[in-house]
């Protein structure tokens, strides 16, 4: 089910949002955000997050190996139930509710990182080991998909063309 949403989508946003409502069916997570991995930077850059509705974490960059985003892409294992203000600091406080914990799994190509598919709830102990796996089946699906829609999505590209004379 969740599959079919994810492989449909035509760009990047479409499925991380498809991937985003699967999940919001089977945990208390209230925002979940995918985190690019740039390679030249050494930086994963949070380039869609759904149910952020002020849009407060898209661009937020976290360093490989730091918070708990950068801890779960260096060590490509998923990290369950830390405190989210160990990942946004005093940022997860801005949300209403305030996120208090966070599921975080490693998103790869192969041997190559591409990035985390992060989740956030208002609850301490919001998540449970059987969800990890639930996350890591809809990471894996995510990233098959990712593979191949643009980064840009296609109604916010623009397009010059050359002056006719």
């Given at each position: 089910?969740?599959?079919?949403?994810?492989?449909?989508?035509?760009?990047?946003?479409?499925?991380?949002?498809?991937?985003s409502q699967c999940l919001r069916n089977?945990?208390?997570?209230?925002?979940?955000?995918?985190?690019?991995?740039?390679?030249?930077?050494?930086?994963?850059?949070?380039?869609?997050?759904?149910?952020?509705?002020?849009?407060?974490?898209?661009?937020?960059?976290?360093?490989?190996?730091?918070?708990?985003?950068?801890?779960?892409?260096?060590?490509?294992?998923?990290?369950?139930?830390?405190?989210?203000?160990?990942?946004?600091?005093?940022?997860?406080?801005?949300?209403?509710?305030?996120?208090?914990?966070?599921?975080?799994?490693?998103?790869?190509?192969?041997?190559?990182?591409?990035?985390?598919?992060?989740?956030?709830?208002?609850?301490?102990?919001?998540?449970?080991?059987?969800?990890?796996?639930?996350?890591?089946?809809?990471?894996?699906?995510?990233?098959?998909?990712?593979?191949?829609?643009?980064?840009?999505?296609?109604?916010?590209?623009?397009?010059?063309?050359?002056?006719?004379?």
């Amino acid at each position: 089910m969740y599959g079919r949403a994810i492989a449909d989508s035509n760009t990047a946003s479409e499925a991380v949002d498809a991937a985003s409502q699967c999940l919001r069916n089977l945990c208390a997570a209230t925002v979940f955000a995918f985190f690019r991995y740039d390679r030249n930077r050494d930086l994963l850059t949070c380039q869609y997050a759904s149910g952020d509705k002020d849009a407060m974490l898209t661009g937020l960059s976290i360093a490989m190996g730091t918070r708990v985003t950068g801890w779960t892409a260096a060590t490509r294992r998923p990290s369950i139930n830390a405190n989210a203000a160990l990942d946004l600091a005093n940022l997860a406080d801005f949300f209403d509710p305030p996120l208090r914990s966070v599921l975080c799994v490693p998103m790869t190509d192969g041997d190559q990182v591409i990035g985390v598919f992060t989740a956030y709830s208002h609850k301490s102990e919001g998540f449970s080991e059987s969800q990890t796996y639930a996350f890591e089946q809809i990471a894996a699906a995510l990233s098959r998909r990712l593979r191949l829609v643009s980064e840009v999505d296609p109604s916010r590209q623009l397009v010059f063309h050359p002056r006719s004379r």
